[in-house]
């Protein structure tokens, strides 16, 4: 499985006379949490490989994407990074939920606020019909900042557990991580592409899988690899 910036080489085998006629399946994934928490810049981090110099608060929503290729299928991973300030996400919620194929809630790991507000983030995101067969991940970020942590992993990782969530603690700052940031949403469009892939489905279109158990990715249990 390897990751590119939207190009890439195709599957292995396959037939460049038949290319064009290839679809490239397409998986949204919206990022969700409070303002300031680095939604941005972790998605700025995995579709572009960098972290922005300055950002301002994003107004709506702003698209990011990336082409990544899984088991020989190439797959454009759609982000979607949200409003996190409610008067600049109001009138756009309804469009971030609607086919959504994944969430992913962000927290800072230094604001203890960020934390206790994913209750009304999840609340928000049940709130629009999202079944709960659209997996979702809990994302610690600014790990960086050592010295300054509110949110202990014991309590983040009961939470995640509590909500059948994998958590993935990071930081979109700092380069030694940027895999660990590549592995959240690469977890998730392995997760989509096998749930996908599977002949029976629900009445939404999903697969009637059960969700996997909860589980914090760091050094002993393979920080940076797929764990789907
Ligand atoms: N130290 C550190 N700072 C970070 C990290 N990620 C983001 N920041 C900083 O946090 C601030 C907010 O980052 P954004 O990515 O703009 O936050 P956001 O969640 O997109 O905020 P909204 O768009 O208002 O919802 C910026 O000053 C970033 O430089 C990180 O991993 N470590
Ligand atoms: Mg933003």
């Given at each position: 499985m390897a990751a590119g910036g939207g190009g890439g080489g195709r599957p292995p085998g396959s037939d460049p006379a038949l290319e064009p006629y290839v679809q490239t399946r397409i998986f949204k994934i919206i990022v969700i949490g409070d303002s300031n928490v680095g939604k941005t810049c972790l998605t700025f981090r995995f579709c572009g490989g960098t972290f922005p110099g300055k950002t301002e608060a994003t107004i709506g929503v702003d698209f990011r994407e990336k082409t990544v290729e899984i088991e020989g299928e190439r797959i454009k991973v759609q982000v979607w990074d949200t409003a996190g300030q409610e008067r600049f996400r109001k009138s756009m919620v309804e469009h971030y939920y609607r086919n959504v194929h994944a969430v992913v809630f962000v927290y800072d790991v230094t604001k203890m606020s960020s934390f206790t507000n994913l209750k009304t983030w999840i609340e928000e995101c049940n709130g629009h019909a999202?079944?709960?067969?659209?997996p979702r991940v809990l994302v610690g970020n600014k790990c960086d900042l050592k010295d300054l942590i509110q949110v202990p992993s014991s309590l983040a990782l009961k939470f995640a557990d509590a909500h059948n969530m994998l958590l993935f603690e990071t930081s979109a700052k700092d380069p030694q991580e940027s895999q660990n940031v590549d592995a959240i949403f690469m977890c998730l469009a392995c997760r989509l592409k096998a749930q996908r892939s599977l002949p029976c489905r629900d009445a939404?279109?999903?697969?009637?899988q059960p969700q996997p158990q909860s589980r914090r990715l760091d050094e002993a249990s393979g920080k940076g690899s797929c764990p789907c």
């Open positions: 999202v079944s709960p067969l659209v939404e279109g999903w697969p009637g």
